[in-house]
Structures are given as C-alpha cells and as structure tokens.
C-alpha cells in the first residue's frame, strides 16, 4: 500500500500562488501516476491534474495554463504549483496514486481558499 502526505494548502488573495506537495511512502517502487483532485464545497471531487512515472502531464481545462504538475522520483514527491488562483479554486485538494496491483490511494486532503 501507499501512504499519501498533503501540505501547502492556505488562503491567498485572488490572483495569488500557492504550491502544494505530497509525500508517498510505503509500497513506492509501484506507483505509476500521481496527480491531484479537487472538491470544491458542495461538489463533487473532480480531477486536476496528473503525471506518469515517465514525466508526462495532463490538466484539467480548468487548470491548464495556472497550474503546474511535476514530480520527484527520487523524493517520491508530487508537487502543484498554482499560478493565477481564481476563487472559483477554493477547495480541499487530494493527492492520489495509482500503484500496481493496489487499489488507488489518496491523502487526507488540503484545504485550499482564495479570496476574491
């Protein structure tokens, strides 16, 4: 199994930037894609971007162009920096990843609110 560590969520003004990390440990040699959700209060949780074991991205279109995908193998971290922050951002982010042979895995979540 793989254990998933969120950090750098916090409330910036419209406009802003912010960078969140994630940290896996546990069954680390398996992952595949990592990425980040978000639910926004009172939606569901949608997908915001990802990135393989391989280095290549995909966003969102809501995201693409102000958010920034990338991933340290050797850190086993997963980082998204945020450019351009709209309150329409505001939201719990979860990082996840895909493992072989594991069900996929997220972490606790963090909260993430930009203020117009």
């Known amino acids: 199994q793989v254990q998933l560590v969120e950090s750098g969520g916090g409330l910036v003004q419209a406009g802003g930037s912010l960078r969140l990390s994630c940290a896996a440990s546990?069954?680390?040699?398996?992952?595949?894609?990592m990425g980040w959700y978000r639910q926004a209060p009172g939606k569901q949780r949608r997908w915001a971007a990802h990135i393989t074991s391989d280095g290549v991205t995909n966003y969102a279109d809501s995201v693409k162009g102000r958010f920034t995908i990338s991933r340290d193998n050797a850190k086993n971290t997963v980082d998204l920096q945020m450019n351009s922050l709209k309150p329409e951002d505001t939201g719990v982010y979860y990082c996840?990843?895909?493992?072989?042979?594991?069900?996929?895995?997220w972490g606790q979540g963090t909260q993430v609110t930009v203020s117009s």
């Open positions: 546990g069954s680390i040699s398996s992952i595949n894609a």
């Open positions: 996840f990843a895909d493992a072989v042979r594991n069900p996929r895995s």
